[in-house]
Structure formats: structure tokens, C-alpha cells
């Protein structure tokens, strides 16, 4: 497992470096390997965000949010997903599914 994390951590460095496609292969990889790893599927989320693919976004930020439920900050992520999805389309319905993903963050606590 721990080469996974350093899978990712290498993948992180190519998001900094905004080298987006390469940033998709590793992530996508990962997951391919560990479909649990839920800072993946949260990264994939950020660089499908930056790179307007907001379906593939929004369904790795909800992927986040079901394997760690309980988690608030995953909840707060799919909100903001859900945001910039609004953002980038004009979306009415992702404006409503941002209030309830903060709202649930925020009933966690």
C-alpha cells in the first residue's frame, strides 16, 4: 500500500506542475489498483474541476463521500465539486446539491 502513497505523491507534484493529463493517468491508475483510496478519487475530482469535466468530477467527489461517510471534510469537497460544476455550466440543480453536501459537512461537525 505504501507504494500507492508514493504513486500519489508523485502524482501531486504533476497537479502543481498543471500537467493535467499526466496528473489523470496516475489517478486513474491508482484507483484502477485501489478503488478505496479516497485521496485519489479527491484529486481526480480537483483535476477533472480544473479541466472542465465536471461529470467525471462530481462522480469521484460522491465516490469520496461513500467510502469514508463519516468524514466531514469529503462532504466539503463535494460541495465545492459541486460548485465549480455549477460555475463552469450554470447548472441550477448543482447549486442545490452543494447546499446539502455542506450541510451534511456541517452537521458532522
Not at 467525471?56 to 460548485?83: G, R
Request: proline fraction near 1%; aromatic fraction near 10%.
Amino acid at each position: 500500500m505504501s507504494d500507492l502513497y508514493a504513486r500519489y505523491n508523485d502524482v501531486e507534484k504533476e497537479i502543481d506542475a498543471e500537467n493535467f493529463d499526466e496528473a489523470i493517468a496516475g489517478l486513474t491508475g491508482i484507483v484502477e489498483e485501489d478503488v478505496s483510496f479516497v485521496l485519489a478519487h479527491l484529486a481526480l475530482a480537483r483535476v477533472y474541476t480544473k479541466t472542465g469535466q465536471h461529470d467525471l468530477a462530481i462522480q469521484h467527489a460522491e465516490k469520496a463521500c461513500e467510502l469514508e461517510p463519516t468524514d466531514s471534510f469529503n462532504f466539503t469537497a463535494l460541495s465545492v465539486t459541486y460548485q465549480r460544476a455549477w460555475a463552469g455550466t450554470e447548472d441550477q440543480q448543482y447549486i442545490t446539491k452543494a447546499e446539502e453536501a455542506m450541510a451534511k459537512a456541517q452537521s458532522m461537525g
